[in-house]
Structures are given as structure tokens and as C-alpha cells.
């Protein structure tokens, strides 16, 4: 057996530490740094064109001007039918929960090229802080539905 001792005084030890110290934030800095799948910034839409061109980008096309504007403060915390709702949020790259206590504005648009359906389709779009928030695409009535803002259903 082999045993091995070392004379260590507490300047050493304290010195080892703060190396080892520094050492392990550096490769927690290097590594949060690391390339990965790169975003893409949300683009502002602050007057009404960029909205109506915001969604002719999605391939909707919609009358120029909304039919409905409404302006809320979204909960704190997301309970129902919020949850539900960020469902089909999440789906398409939104997360209404980074805009939780904050005020939202709502945008609603008649669309005119849904497929097969020419009246009742509607584009909401939400707008937190500048950006998109949120959107779905609906329709009342029967056979109504509520689906992903993007992309539009193919044509049949």
C-alpha cells in the first residue's frame, strides 16, 4: 500500500480554490456563449400597416383595416382558458407567458382567402410590448373552429 501526504498551508489551499473557482466560471460563462439554434427577432408592429403586412407574411390576406381593437392586462399568472389557449401558442413559436402582467392589444382582421370558406374567418392578432404575442385564425357559428395563425391551411 502506498500512502502519500502533502504539507498544505491555508494560503495554498485558499489559492487552489479560488483557481478552481475561477476555472469553473469560466466554462460555465464559455459554455452558455456556445452557438446554437439562433432565434429570430420578433418584429415590431407598431402602426397598423405592419400588422396587415405581418400577416399577408403568413400568407393571410385580410381586409386593411381590423374590425375589433381591444386592449387587456394579462393576468400574472395564466389559468384558463389562457392555458388552453397557449396550447396552440406554443405550437407555432408563441409563449403567452413571457407577457404575463403586462398589457396585450388584440387585432382582429376579417380574412378573405381562407380555403373554401369566403365569410365569418377572422385573424386575431395579439401584440405585447411592440411584438407578436399570440394569434389564431377562427370562425364562428357552425362548423366554426379556432386554428395556428401560421401557416395558412393548404387549398383543396
Do not use: H
Request: aromatic residues 10%; negative net charge.
Amino acid at each position: 500500500m502506498l500512502i502519500w501526504t502533502a504539507k498544505l498551508s491555508r494560503k495554498r489551499a485558499a489559492a487552489a480554490v479560488i483557481f478552481f473557482g475561477v476555472v469553473m466560471a469560466a466554462l460555465i460563462f464559455l459554455v452558455g456563449r456556445a452557438p446554437g439554434e439562433a432565434e429570430t427577432p420578433l418584429p415590431k408592429l407598431t402602426s397598423n400597416e405592419e400588422r396587415v403586412a405581418y400577416l399577408q407574411s403568413l400568407g393571410w390576406e385580410v381586409e386593411p383595416e381590423p374590425i375589433e381593437t381591444l386592449q387587456f392586462l394579462l393576468p400574472a399568472e395564466l389559468e384558463e382558458p389562457y392555458l388552453s389557449y397557449n396550447e396552440l401558442q406554443l405550437d407555432q413559436g408563441f409563449d403567452l407567458r413571457e407577457c404575463c402582467g403586462k398589457q396585450v392589444s388584440r387585432y382582429t382582421y376579417a380574412v378573405t382567402n381562407y380555403p373554401e370558406q369566403v365569410e365569418g374567418v377572422q385573424a386575431n392578432l395579439y401584440i405585447c410590448e411592440d411584438s407578436p404575442a399570440a394569434g389564431d385564425v377562427c370562425s364562428s357559428g357552425a362548423g366554426g373552429f379556432q386554428e395556428a395563425l401560421c401557416p395558412p391551411p393548404e387549398k383543396k
